[in-house]
């Protein structure tokens, strides 16, 4: 497998290794901004989970350590600035997010456009053979299919990264939304 791959990339041309590049970068910032916001999210939502069933259980008193908390103290709140605070609180949260949509969306097309160069360069190299044969063609189609396949496999991930990390998002909103509930019918 190592072998085919590095027999791949020395008789790639310099458009389908920057594309292999390009891709490979997106697939790690991908796998590094999934990790980092799912850690960083599923640590706030069990905090913010906590914090809303200490107001389910009849406390009353904002905890400072709450995300809402940051934002309201127990002297002076009010819907405005618990809706501000909701705001500022899901917008923090969701920073650096827009990346895995822009990963999922944009890698099939850097891959295709790998795909279409190295067509078209297999095309220009056919060019001046009076006589070519599938057999001939085959190899060096499927190996410009790699840059498309290498696409489609980022935006997998990148999309159902995008995906998760949206839902952690709805989990907290819930949770902020609740909290900001509780504490205006306690007014």
Known sequence: ????????????????????????????????IFMYKYIRLSNIISNEKNHLQHFLSGDSRIN???????????????????DVSHIVII?????????????ASTAPFIGLFGTVVGILESFAAFAGVSKVSFATIAPVISEALVATAAGIFVATFAYTFH?????????LDTHIKSQAKIILSRM
């Open 1 to 32: 497998m190592l072998d085919t791959l590095l027999n791949y990339l020395s008789g790639g041309t310099v458009i389908t290794i920057g594309v292999l590049f390009l891709l490979s970068l997106y697939l790690i910032l991908s796998i590094w």
């Open 64 to 82: 400072p350590l709450s995300q809402i908390g940051q934002y309201v103290s127990n002297d002076h709140v009010n819907r405005e600035l618990l």
């Open 91 to 103: 917008k923090e949260a969701s920073k650096g997010l827009y990346w895995q949509s822009i990963f």
């Open 163 to 171: 995906q998760i990390l949206t839902h952690k998002l709805y989990i």
